[in-house]
């Protein structure tokens, strides 16, 4: 794993430590505004669009170790409520702490021949490369935890209605069982009306017949 190949310090995700220094103790504070990388949350679920803006609040602060990165990414995220599939929207906040490994030292100080080599520790572990930093990583996890799983446009959201999927929340009222009872009333009494108005109308003719009668 050729790991020095992978940063890239014109990568806006892309931080330089060499100001910063490998003094303990030294502290950096960063804003930066980047675009978000595709794929940027739980696909198929809720994500910031590719592009949109994440504004990023960042503290480096050197250690012995390495460079400890604590952070805030803020982003809007947009996926559909998981219930009645209106699209939603959803301020993102997203905080996260990592600490990248000087590639010269494990965490006790001790040299270490190539990061990332064989142990499996060290797959998790970040590193800092020739003074680099790659921010992405730790940004794809912190973003995913801290966006919805079952995201909905409003917590008493009721869904869609299961019989003609009418989105209940828009008409709270809405009962099919009700309606059928109304309809078939409303059929009886045009039933009896219907009667009635033929009685009438033989009446009438008869009334009729006879004043030509006379
Ligand atoms: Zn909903
Ligand atoms: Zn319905």
């Known amino acids: 794993m050729v790991l020095n190949a992978r940063l890239d310090h ?5 931080f330089d430590t060499h100001e910063l220094g490998r003094r303990p103790g030294a502290l950096q504070r960063l804003t930066r505004t980047v675009d978000a990388p595709r794929d940027f949350g739980i696909q198929g679920v809720i994500g ?33 409520c998981v219930r009645c599939l209106e699209p939603l929207e959803h301020q993102l906040e ?14 006790r100080g001790r040299p270490v021949a190539e990061p990332g080599d064989d142990a499996e520790d060290d797959e998790d572990r970040l590193f ?20 919805p799983m079952q995201p909905v446009c409003q917590d008493d959201c009721q869904g869609l209605c299961s019989e003609c999927g009418v989105r209940l929340s828009d008409d709270p009222d809405h009962h099919h069982d009700a309606v ?13 009306l219907g009667d009635g108005e033929k009685d009438e109308m033989s009446g009438a003719e008869a009334g009729v017949d006879e004043k030509q009668e006379k």
């Open 10 to 14: 014109r990568d806006p995700l892309v």
């Open 128 to 147: 800092v490369e020739d003074g680099l930093i790659g921010l992405e990583p730790v940004l794809r996890d912190a973003v995913v935890l801290a966006l």
């Open 94 to 107: 997203a905080d996260f702490q990592e600490l990248f490994s000087y590639p010269d030292a494990d965490d």
């Open 180 to 192: 059928d009872i109304r309809w078939a009333a409303l059929q009886g009494l045009a039933g009896s």
């Open 48 to 80: 910031v669009p590719e592009g949109a803006p994440v504004e990023l609040d960042l503290r480096l602060e050197s250690v012995m170790e390495g460079v400890l990165v604590t952070g805030t990414a803020r982003a809007k995220a947009e996926g559909e």
